[in-house]
């Protein structure tokens, strides 16, 4: 809906031409972080599946910054397809929200996080949003 209004208004305004141009340049930033995410999350399923963290370390490493881009390329993708445009509060948001997430998994797996360290992070992280929001306005 959104992008049929915003196509609507660009007719008005601009020659037809550069309507194609800018709709094909919407699409393509709706389609790569879709595309990414979707790609990440294929390449989570086959390290889960064809490796085990215990036989070498690298393999937790890779995990974590495949599920670090997945949190980052699913999080612009669904403000992207919520308000049409990333502003910079909303893509520190999603890095903010997508790195206290992964904190949280790491102490998770580690079996390591109580729930009083649950509830510190968890501040620290709403304090982490609120914090950049403010300083990016």
């Given at each position: 809906m959104l992008l049929a209004k915003k196509s609507l208004t660009i007719i008005h305004n601009r020659p037809l031409g550069s309507f194609v141009i800018i709709n094909l340049m919407e699409q393509s930033k709706h389609k790569l972080s879709g595309l990414l995410a979707l790609a990440s999350l294929a390449g989570l399923a086959?390290?889960?599946?064809?490796?085990?963290?215990?036989?070498?370390?690298?393999?937790?490493?890779?995990?974590?910054?495949?599920?670090?881009?997945?949190?980052?390329?699913?999080?612009?993708?669904?403000?992207?397809?919520?308000?049409?445009?990333?502003?910079?509060?909303?893509?520190?948001?999603v890095i903010s929200v997508s790195l206290v997430l992964?904190?949280?998994?790491?102490?998770?797996?580690?079996?390591?996080?109580?729930?009083?360290?649950?509830?510190?992070?968890?501040l620290i992280g709403f304090g982490l949003v609120f914090y950049i929001s403010k300083r990016s306005t």
């Open positions: 086959i390290l889960m599946s064809s490796t085990s963290p215990i036989d070498n370390i690298i393999y937790a490493a890779l995990f974590f910054f495949l599920a670090l881009i997945f949190l980052i390329s699913l999080g612009l993708f669904a403000v992207r397809l919520q308000t049409g445009e990333i502003s910079a509060k909303n893509r520190y948001r992964l904190i949280l998994l790491m102490f998770r797996t580690a079996q390591s996080l109580s729930w009083v360290d649950g509830i510190i992070l968890i």
